[in-house]
């Protein structure tokens, strides 16, 4: 092997790395939902190049509103979808979507845009 192959090999293993990482393994920081007057729980997620927060923490028993902003022209974060929920929405670009849930049992529950790309978590206690 030369110098450039093992170069070039190191480069695609790095490229492999950070996209496992990125889709994957990267969680973003959590964020506990707050609630407001009503019991509501409510938390703002943007949306670009994935959901920032990608991970929310809500109490079961009590509904919760996610306010879904999506700041990109990126047509990948079009669509949210939280499937253990049946809640599916369609999000213009910079328009924020509420989207409704009661979270009954604690649980882990993911929400991904529609062709499962963008991954976010929501920790239900
Ligand atoms: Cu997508």
Not at 2 to 31: A, D, H, R
Not at 54 to 73: D, H, K, Q, Y
Not at 89 to 105: D, F, K, Y
Request: proline share 6%; charged share 20%.
């Amino acid at each position: 092997m030369t110098t450039t192959n093992i170069i070039v090999t190191l480069f695609g293993f790095g490229v492999i790395g950070w996209i496992v990482w990125y889709f994957w393994l990267w969680q973003g920081e959590s964020v506990a939902a707050a609630g407001v007057a009503g019991g509501v729980q409510v938390v703002d997620v943007t949306v670009r190049g994935g959901y920032q927060p990608a991970s929310i923490v809500a109490e079961a028993g009590r509904p919760l509103r996610l306010n879904f902003t999506r700041r990109e022209a990126s047509l990948c974060g079009e669509e949210v979808v939280l499937p253990d929920f049946g809640r599916r929405a369609h999000l213009p670009e910079n328009q924020p979507v509420s989207l409704e849930s009661l979270p009954r049992e604690p649980g882990e529950y993911e929400f991904t845009c529609g062709m499962n790309m963008y991954k976010g978590k929501l920790i239900v206690r």
